[in-house]
């Protein structure tokens, strides 16, 4: 893999009583100062590299595909307005096959609603992200690996950081992880 940029990425926010979050629209992530720890950092951040790199995106869904085997199914993590799609995928952490897509009108209801899960339309992943803070959270690496969930994140993780570094040296991410 060659070319990763985090282009989508311009400011980080260390905000008091926020849930964590990335923004492809705003450019951001934000972490709680009191709550979050770095690994909760390096999560937001994964949304970012996969936003930045289309390339990445595919990947993450062909990883999905072949774990999901013949057929994919999925279930609503959500609400019924607010749904969040799951892959069935067998995988440690039902979260880890976290799938977002797009907003749309429906013409049956005249409403604004999510459509329909499929991992081929999905407009971003929790794989990278998972796949970050694994590194910096023992107890989601153990029971990631135990599982074999496979090793798909933490490779490719490990092959974009080294393009990556200069973006995050830019970004004065390094510095600011200690304190
Ligand atoms: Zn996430």
Redo the contacts with the bound molecule.
């Keep these: 893999m060659a070319g990763e940029k985090i282009k989508t990425l311009t400011n980080l926010g260390h905000e008091s009583g926020v849930s964590a979050y990335?923004s492809r629209h705003d450019k951001t992530v934000v972490i709680d100062r009191e709550r979050d720890s770095e690994d909760v950092l390096w999560?937001?951040l994964?949304?970012h590299i996969e936003f930045s790199n289309p390339h990445l995106l595919d990947r993450a869904k062909i990883f999905l595909k072949m774990k999901a085997a013949d057929r994919a199914t999925y279930f609503n993590n959500g609400g019924k307005g607010n749904p969040e799609y799951i892959v069935r995928t067998g995988m440690s952490n039902s979260y880890i096959s976290?799938i977002y897509m797009s907003r749309g009108l429906d013409q049956r209801t005249g409403k604004i609603e999510p459509t329909k899960p499929s991992i081929s339309g999905c407009l971003s992943t929790?794989l990278f992200?998972i796949g970050l803070q694994l590194y910096k959270n023992p107890h989601y690496a153990v029971t990631s690996l135990l599982n074999d969930d496979g090793r798909f994140t933490l490779k490719s993780i490990e092959l974009s950081l080294k393009n990556m570094a200069e973006d995050l040296m830019l970004l004065r991410l390094v510095p600011r992880l200690g304190s």
């Design positions: 990335a999560h937001e994964g949304h976290d929790e992200s």
